[in-house]
Every structure is written in structure tokens, then in C-alpha cells.
């Protein structure tokens, strides 16, 4: 909408940090866009931008303002979504956080299905470490996050919440392919591949070998769980992977997986919510209701 154009562009340049990079994504001139930003800090009687020789960046009265232009934007949002719901359109933007291991599978799935359905709303994915997830919540940048091993729940208010199996992968000839079950003692024998601090999945492998006095030995680490599931083929490590993340057809990469026993660890918890107090657009709370449905009917 027009009246917002001008805080568009304030987000625009507190986002680049350059005068003239936002003016090239916003098709202005700089000198325009300058002018824009000189008038707006004159009715407010306050500078918004530190002016460096590297660019620009909001002081303390700029945050402030950012906090409340996105705030307005998220407003918009929900409006524009209920809008369309009251003309018998389905649209509106969804902006989800979550974090590695939701990516590969389950949310591409269901993404897609719901994109049939609803062909005019669109998505924005965007990919967290453990613990950022939830607090780009607080600022509107997110609508959603899908979560597993939250740090923060405090300001999220949460829809489902269910504890996650955990699968060690290996080759299909491996010693251990035939196991119905694991211990994480039988693992140790092995080379590991772990996933690398904070991933949700390794704070539950540790707090597993931990409770039997253990501590685990990476052969590797990666933040790629697709590079540990297939440096798994044909050798002797072992790979992990929560059922979210199970691919679904291993045997084409010779693998196989077997359930690792977690069994009094409190930990290995997937959430999904939003910000506690936030009225959703309907786009938004519509694909959350739809989530809560998918993970509660293959997981609980």
C-alpha cells in the first residue's frame, strides 16, 4: 500500500546498509531516496541513521522505528490475508523459521500440498541455528517457526509438541543392519558422524552417551546432515537422523537405518508455534493448523 512505501524504504536501507544498494533494489535515485529519509527525520525532530564512511545504520530512535515498521507490515499482512479470505480468495505470504533438520523432507512435502490447494499464497523459508529460530518471532520478521530442541519458548506460544525417534543410518552390509534396536554404546565401536554443536540432533546424542558415562568421538562433523547420511555408504561410520528427517527411500543409497534408544532423555522435543500475543494472518494460521494436523497424525 502506498502510505507504507516510505517505511519500506527505511527497512530497505537498514537491511543493505547503503544508500545506494536500496535505492538500486527500490528503483529510486539516491538523492531521492536521501531526500525521503531527511524528511522523515525532520517530522520526527531525530536522527534514524549513524551515517559512517562504510554506509549507514540505525541508531537507537532507527531501531525503534524498524520495531514498529514491521510491525505495521505483519498488520498488513493479516489484514490484506483476511481480506482475501472474505472475497473467496486464498492468499497472503507465510514467513517460516525453522532449523536444518525440518528442511530436507517433511516441510518441502507439505509445503507443496498446501500450494495446491491454496496456488495464490506464497512462502518464505528461512534457515536458523538452534535457538535463532524462535527469537526472529519477536520482531514479525517470522510468522511460524518449527523448532527441534527449542532454547527460547518463553515468548512462543506453542501448537504442537512432540518428541522426536531418533534413527543411526549405516550401509546396508553393516554389522549392525540387522539390529531391531541400538544402544549408543553399540555405536561407539564405530566411526561417528555427528552433526556439529548447537544441532538439536547432537545435544540429544550427547545427552544420551552422557547418561551411561560416555562421551562420543566424532570420526567427522558437519552442519550438513546429507554429507553425514552419505559419507554412511559403503564404509563403517554412522550416520543419525531424527524420523522428520528419515529419507524415505535409503535404500537407493544402500543404507539402512536402525532406532537408537533415547529412553530417559528429556531431550529430542519438535515444536512448532508462533509469537505469544500475535494475532496471525489467516494465510499463516492456516498453514499452522494444517502442520499441527501433519506432524500430530505421524508422530503422536
Known sequence: MRHLLVLKY???????????????????????????????EEELGVEIFERHPSGLRPNIAGEILLKHIRDQFADMDRVKSRIADLSGMRSGHINIATTREIVPFFLPKLIKQHLNEFPAVTFSVNLHERGDAEISLLDNTNDIAIVFEPIHLKEMQTVYSGHQPVFCIMSADHPLADRERLKIYDCTDFPLLLPKDPEGIRQVLDATANKIGISLEPALESNSLDLLRLMSQDSKALSFSLAINHRPELENDRLVSVPLDTKGIQASLLVAGYLRGRTLPVAAARFLETLNKELTIKFN
Do not use: D, W
Open 10 to 40: 527505511i527497512e530497505k536501507i537498514a537491511e543493505t546498509g547503503s544508500l545506494r544498494s536500496a535505492a538500486e533494489h527500490l528503483n529510486i535515485t539516491p538523492s531521492a531516496l536521501n531526500r525521503r529519509i531527511l524528511g522523515i
